[in-house]
Nanobody, 119 residues
């Protein structure tokens, strides 16, 4: 079973910063596009950002210029640096590892970490 171990959530005041981390096994990490998703109460889960094995990144419009996703291939870890946090960023953030295995898209998830931004 693939394990994605997340850390870094918490409570922060608006305008503050947090950094989320997600570590995967080396084999999975090396072939996966890594992403961060979030789900706020009463809302659908949305992709926040992802980074490919080649380092290409993509962000949802609402976090562009504030969040940065990066990956450390030596540590098998993906990070989400979140700056200028807003109350509307409050959600459970989950790490995702997506890869193709034998022509089938396989997706693995972390347990989720709560991010709460106070106004």
């Amino acid at each position: 079973q693939v394990q994605l171990v997340e850390s870094g959530g918490g409570l922060v005041q608006g305008g503050g910063s947090l950094r989320l981390s997600c570590t995967a096994s080396a084999i999975i990490f090396s072939i996966s596009t890594m992403g961060w998703y979030r789900q706020a109460p009463g809302k659908q889960r949305e992709l926040v950002a992802h980074i490919t094995t080649g380092g290409r990144t993509n962000y949802v419009d609402s976090v562009k210029g504030r969040f940065t996703i990066s990956r450390d291939n030596a540590k098998n870890t993906v990070y989400l640096q979140m700056n200028s946090l807003k109350p509307e960023d409050t959600a459970v953030y989950s790490c995702n590892a997506e890869r193709w295995v034998g022509g089938v898209r396989v997706s693995s998830w972390g347990q989720g970490t709560q991010v709460t931004v106070s106004s």
